[in-house]
């Protein structure tokens, strides 16, 4: 049969304190004797006579000591087992209530969290018990979230490839060149968004394999400009500032060219006059990289969510909305797995800046 801790504890306090008390009679039976026939020869010897009362006396200390005595291990065994049901009451309280809540997280229940204690371990423990349980609610809001939003952006490209495949079969008719190639453009943006997926997903659990060398970032950004360039409208220039004499940074090569592709497209889509500027500079022992541009801008109570997961700005027009909506969340995970941070300034209506750092070798 298995004893609980509580029961455990409550016998284990009861012990010590009536082994304590215990120990507190026999010596005070052993000292109070020796002190009260000490202090009758000590009145013997300054002249009382008490040849006649001695054992009366002695009676009388005998019978008082034991009434006394007892009292005492009565009073003295409530008060025990009183305090030691009391303090094993206060330490397995808590634990009781972690494995209740434990429960209701099993069960689907997040919300839950364990009161605050006195006990300066059972506090410890229990704010690092709360602290997971707030991770995992977190946690398990952002499933929410990542499977309504997964279904949100799957819902639109699906519908409209089984409306044309429907409407082809229902009319028996071969699609046109048109429809397919629209069906082809749809099905690319599932494959984007797929691809971005597992990505992000391999990312945020730190699954992505990064190659982390010595890179020259002047190379990558004069090449960039030129693979873009052809792809901006004549309303709209690119310019590259870089030092002569830039430090090579630890990065992986490939990586940090996925984050600059991203910035750079999200920069092109927003900026329909005016001009694209990469710029990288050292500052503080590290390279700073800015992609800044003329377009629309941000709403400065839309800047915290940029780099949220399929977030899009509710002031886009439906020709800019054409991403999946994660590129900037990858982005932003390339940088940290790199060692560096990424941050956003923008203005409404004049342009935004995304700057990021890498650690110089």
């Keep these: 049969m298995r004893i609980g801790l509580q029961t455990r504890l409550f016998f284990s306090h009861l012990v010590v304190m009536l082994v304590g008390l215990l120990s507190f009679l026999v010596?005070?039976?052993?000292?109070?004797?020796?002190?009260?026939?000490?202090?009758?020869?000590?009145?013997?010897?300054?002249?009382?006579?008490?040849?006649?009362?001695?054992?009366?006396?002695?009676?009388g200390f005998e019978a008082a000591w034991s009434k006394s005595t007892l009292l005492a291990i009565a009073v003295g065994t409530l008060t025990a087992a009183g305090l030691s049901y009391w303090v094993a009451q206060r330490i397995v309280l808590p634990l009781f209530q972690m494995e209740q809540i434990a429960r209701q997280f099993a069960s689907g229940q997040l919300h839950e969290r364990v009161p605050a204690s006195d006990i300066p371990e059972i506090a410890q423990l229990s704010t690092s018990f709360n602290r997971?349980?707030?991770?995992?609610?977190?946690?398990?809001?952002?499933?929410?979230?990542?499977?309504?939003?997964?279904?949100?952006?799957?819902?639109?490209?699906?519908?409209?490839?089984?409306?044309y495949l429907e409407e082809s079969v229902n009319r028996q008719v071969e699609p046109s060149l048109g429809t397919c190639g629209l069906l082809v453009k749809e099905t690319k943006r599932l494959e984007r968004l797929v691809n971005d997926l597992q990505v992000l997903s391999q990312a945020e659990v730190g699954h992505l394999s990064l190659n982390l060398r010595p890179v020259d970032l002047r190379p990558l950004l004069c090449s960039l400009h030129q693979r873009f360039s052809s792809q901006l409208l004549e309303t709209v220039t690119m310019q590259v500032q870089c030092t002569e004499h830039l430090p090579m940074v630890l990065a992986d090569p490939d990586r940090t060219?996925?984050?600059?592709?991203?910035?750079?497209?999200n920069a092109i889509r927003h900026t329909h006059a005016g001009k694209i500027?990469?710029?990288?500079?050292s500052a503080t022992g590290q390279v700073w990289v800015a992609v800044s541009d003329t377009g629309s801008g941000i709403a400065p109570e839309e800047l915290p969510h940029v780099f949220d997961r399929f977030w899009r700005s509710t002031?886009?027009?439906?020709?800019?909305?054409?991403?999946?909506?994660?590129?900037l969340a990858i982005t932003k995970r390339l940088v940290e797995l790199q060692g560096g941070q990424i941050a956003t300034e923008s203005e409404l209506g004049k342009g935004t800046t995304f700057r990021f750092t890498l650690p110089i070798t």
Excluded at 34 to 39: E, P, Q, T, V
Excluded at 257 to 265: A, K, R, T
Excluded at 277 to 281: K, N
Excluded at 315 to 327: V, Y
């Design 277 to 281: 500027t990469l710029r990288a500079w």
């Design 315 to 327: 002031r886009l027009h439906a020709h800019d909305r054409t991403g999946t909506g994660i590129g």
């Design 27 to 59: 010596i005070s039976k052993a000292a109070s004797h020796h002190l009260f026939f000490g202090h009758l020869d000590y009145l013997e010897e300054v002249g009382i006579t008490l040849s006649e009362t001695r054992s009366a006396l002695v009676e």
């Design 132 to 163: 997971l349980a707030s991770s995992l609610e977190d946690v398990e809001h952002r499933r929410h979230e990542l499977i309504g939003d997964v279904a949100h952006e799957l819902r639109t490209p699906l519908t409209i490839v089984r409306g």
């Design 257 to 265: 060219e996925q984050i600059l592709v991203n910035l750079i497209g």
